[in-house]
């Protein structure tokens, strides 16, 4: 038996359908229907599972479920509740600045009598989180503030306190956390290391100086078996010992023992590696970032993204680049030039298919207006003429055509504006504006992280996304509605 035939017997039995009745309104053979029954097979096309469902009358929730159940069974748990937790991570990205919890104007509280003793036993989250809150926001004031953790992001009145700090620039955050080498899941089905990651991206978007270190590990048996205190959180001159459920630790003031933990914690970072390699695009370093999101099309792999607009850099070449490009900008002519050769690339890879990019309609919409695209900072060109931008669309029509280019529907159709996801090889990059508008590249140094991002690209429901047919009306709509000012 299996998930899906367990449902569908169900619905059989409480609807009390006759299964010779179903295989014939399905044109099947009854030993057919009862090999799906007991689980032996699948529906063996989309239009037999749509007549199954039709001839039960089932509800919206009882369809959803069967179809759910259908697809567990076809590509099997593991594999399904991973996508899912893909997509609910691209749907759920932060859009907009994080509401401040703290708030810029507070200030910690006196340091308590008790807390001058070297040692404090802990013996309630309450307990935990009272002195977590102490030693967060004393250090955020500090001209040389340094946070180290040790511990899985799942204690959200942590990471909720960090996210909303008003820290002075110089406060680093270092972070050691344990990635699983299992498949692992919540309770809710979610895949517990994109769960991790859903904790800790306010403190990217809130932009602070955060470095996220990884090793490899089973979570479970690391922190959750008979481990003493498993968590340490380190500011400079106290520490926190804690259980992995928060519930009891050790809060210590002694600075010998604080130093002893400091370096115990730079020897296991040294033992780590970095998860993302963030760059935030100042005037100072724009450079060499735009050098790094470059690479990205020099780059000999395929190359797949999700994003709100279509790729438009591959139609950026020629008298066009030359007439947008902002002269301006300092070693303009060098990034003019590393410009041009990188978007002929894209061009190439498109040509020989080894482009695929998912878009939404409202975000080709917005170029179509504006004349700029979130792809490539607005430091670097002027916003596109009408006729410039129908040139781009014309071109961005043809992939359409070839299915190169692929327009969302439900539940990816409102994509989060913010989010420029794309992955070549085993190597990936984020492109993100945090709080305070800053654009930031996050290089995804962790492989695992892109293959379930690659998976989920490269698999994803045709449902999800348009026909090359419906795709290519709705490109001429926007072209037509420019051409006639209707934009």
Known sequence: MSVFSDTLTRYIEHKNIKVFSLAKYCDLDRSTMYKILNGKRNPPSPEVFEKMTQFMHLTPIEYNFLKETLEITQVGPDTYYTRKSVENFICQFPDQPATDITGSSFSPDPVSEQCQTDCISLVSQQHIDYYVHQMILSESVHADGKIAMFIQPDYKFLFSLLASLHASASLKIDHIFCVGTEYAFTKDHQLINLKYLREIFPL???????????????????????????????T??????CSSDYQNGIFIKSPDVVQLLWNQFISYKEQCSLFFRPAPLTPENHKAVIDSMFDTFYDQNDLIGIQPEPCLTPFFTGNLLHEIFNY????????????????????????????????????????????????????FYHPLTVEQRIEILNGVRQCCETGVYRFLQKPLSH?????????????????????????????????????????????????????????????????????????
């Open 204 to 234: 990217y978007m809130a932009g602070l100086n955060y470095s996220l270190w990884y090793y490899y590990d089973r979570i479970q048996s690391h922190y959750y078996n008979f481990n003493l205190f498993p968590c340490m959180i380190l």
């Open 236 to 241: 400079s001159d106290a520490a926190i010992l």
């Open 328 to 379: 301006d900008l300092p070693q303009a002519d060098a990034i003019l030039a590393a410009a041009e050769q990188a978007f002929q690339m894209n061009m190439v890879k498109i040509q020989n298919e080894q482009f695929l990019i998912y878009s939404t309609r409202e975000g080709l919409l917005q170029f179509a207006k504006t004349g700029l695209t979130d792809e490539i900072p607005e430091i």
């Open 415 to 487: 994509l989060p504006h913010n989010l420029h996801f794309c992955i070549r090889g085993t190597m990936g990059n984020m492109v993100f504006r945090n709080n305070t508008g800053q654009i930031i590249v996050l290089n995804i140094e962790e492989t695992c992280l892109v293959s379930i991002f690659r998976d989920y690209l490269e698999h994803m429901n045709p449902a999800s996304y348009c026909s090359t047919e419906k795709a290519t009306e709705l490109v001429d709509q926007i072209i037509n509605d420019l051409q006639n000012n209707r934009i």
